[in-house]
């Protein structure tokens, strides 16, 4: 079955800027023209639960969706997400604009809903869980045991009796969130806490090994936790050292979680703006499959040596957390024009 599952395109901004190698000045109804033709091509070769993830700037990224909603459907609209790709004011322009935007399509959103992967929990979300009373079912993090009284039934108002005989009313506006039959089955079970002293307020016991084993991925993605424009600038000096910079890659840790969230390994990422070949070189590391389409120059001294690099054991970008060793291989073809 041929599993390609995803598809982004890397950078359609056409935002009037000349970049040392390639241009992205075209004029507006030319750019849409291109861009709506491609992304019927790219659409054709989406999974049932693919996803199209595709980043933008400000400029067209209005006139993009409503293209998109006509090629995938409104309904297969997913989010769109807020990436923050440079943290310094830019004090040469009115406003520093300091986010991009990701635009992301499902090729059938109820089936994208059921396959895309949460995010693994962080250690600082994993530190919340604690085991202050030794729990054998092992840390857990306590959650209000009252909730909002607008939907609430009466058998969710009673005075609740803990442990030590004191009676707990819930708070004004509010109700507990269990009847009273099944709350004193919880307290039984150990998972109502009222406290060191038994005296607290009654909240319950969520354990981390019952937890949701991930976390559902939020819009705003900031540069603390995926980088920037910068960071990926710098990373590419680091590779390449003795090459031309190329202007606008993107971090690898911005591509790593948009493919931990829609992608899993084995499955086929096609990036038809490859660029510098960040969304190569971490599709590699990650396991998948990939294709790459570019047409300048540097799908060979940028993208096609960087791979090399990952091939030969690449230490830089996302390798420690993907915990990249090395190994595999790539092809490279170049398209001829027949006449
Ligand atoms: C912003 S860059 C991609 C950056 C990439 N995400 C990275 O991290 O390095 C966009 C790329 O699309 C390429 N491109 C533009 N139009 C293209 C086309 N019609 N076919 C193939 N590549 C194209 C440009 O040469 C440029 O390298």
Same mark, same amino acid.
């Given at each position: ?186 307290? $039984?079970? @150990? /998972? &109502? ?6 005296? !607290? ?6 354990? =981390? ?44 840790? $911005?591509? @790593? /979680? &948009? ?6 390994? !084995? ?6 703006? =490859? ?65």
């Amino acid at each position: 079955m041929l599993s390609i599952i995803q598809k982004i395109i890397a950078r359609v901004y056409n935002n009037q800027e000349r970049h040392y190698h390639y241009h992205d000045s075209l004029d507006h109804r030319s750019w849409l023209d291109q861009t709506t033709a491609r992304i019927e091509i790219l659409a054709e070769f989406l999974r049932d639960d693919g996803s199209l993830w595709i980043s933008i700037d400000d400029r067209e990224v209005h006139y993009l969706k409503v293209a998109c909603d006509q090629i995938l459907g409104r309904k297969n609209f997913v989010t769109t997400i807020v990436w923050q790709q440079r943290t310094t004011r830019e004090n040469r322009k009115v406003f520093s604009n300091n986010h991009e935007y990701l635009l992301v399509y499902a090729k059938d959103i109820k089936k994208f809903s059921k396959t895309r992967n949460s995010l693994m929990l962080t250690p600082e979300v994993r530190g919340r869980y604690k085991n202050p009373d030794n729990d054998p079912r092992g840390p857990w993090q306590s959650v209000s045991a009252n909730v909002q009284a607008g939907h609430a039934t009466p058998a969710q108002f009673y005075k609740l009796e803990a442990p030590n005989g004191k009676l707990h009313v819930p708070p004004s506006g509010r109700c507990w969130v269990y009847t009273m039959e099944k709350m004193q089955e919880q307290i $039984l079970d @150990e /998972r &109502v806490w009222f406290g060191r002293d038994g005296n !607290g307020v009654p909240r319950l016991k969520r354990f =981390l090994s019952e937890a949701r084993q991930g976390l559902t991925p939020e819009t705003l993605w900031l540069a603390n936790s995926v980088g920037t424009n910068d960071d990926a600038k710098k990373h590419i000096i680091k590779m390449f050292p003795d090459g031309s910079v190329f202007d606008t890659p993107k971090p690898e840790s $911005l591509i @790593e /979680r &948009v493919l931990a969230i829609a992608s899993s390994p !084995g499955d086929l990422i096609i990036d038809a703006y =490859l660029g510098s070949g960040t969304t190569a070189a971490v599709a590699h590391k990650m396991n998948r499959q990939y294709i790459g389409i570019e047409e300048g120059k540097h799908a060979i001294t940028h993208a096609a040596e960087r791979l090399s690099h990952v091939v030969n054991g690449d230490e830089t970008g996302i390798s420690s957390s993907a915990g990249w060793g090395g190994g595999g291989g790539f092809d490279f073809y170049r398209l001829l024009k027949c006449r």
